[in-house]
């Protein structure tokens, strides 16, 4: 990840690449909004990404490598992970 947003509340996102669905044309919040939460909850689901969630909870990458190393500035941060989803 080149930059990460610190300035601005909200992005308008287009993944021209991404099929429909997922959504292509997205408006997201950013880490000033996530960040200034109360409490953060994430939720990983599918067992392929238990690499990202063992990384979230335990890892040592830095946020511009790994984006969501963000969320361990987060002083109240729920992470579940499930192996299985949609079953």
């Known amino acids: 990840a080149e ?3 610190t300035e601005r509340r909200v ?3 287009v993944n021209a690449k991404a099929p429909t669905p997922p ?3 997205r408006l997201t919040i950013t880490w000033p909004v996530i960040l200034a939460a109360k409490r ?3 939720l990983i689901a599918g067992a392929e990404k238990e ?3 063992t990384e979230l909870t335990s890892g040592t990458k830095p946020a511009l ?3 969501p190393a963000k969320l ?3 002083k109240n941060v729920v992470v579940h992970f499930v192996p299985e989803h949609g079953r």
Do not use: T
Request: proline residues 5%; glycine residues 0%.
């Open 3 to 5: 930059n990460l947003e």
């Open 11 to 13: 992005l308008h996102v």
């Open 23 to 25: 959504v292509r044309d």
């Open 40 to 42: 953060v909850l994430v």
């Open 51 to 53: 690499s990202l969630f």
């Open 65 to 67: 490598e790994f984006p």
């Open 72 to 74: 361990r500035e987060h």
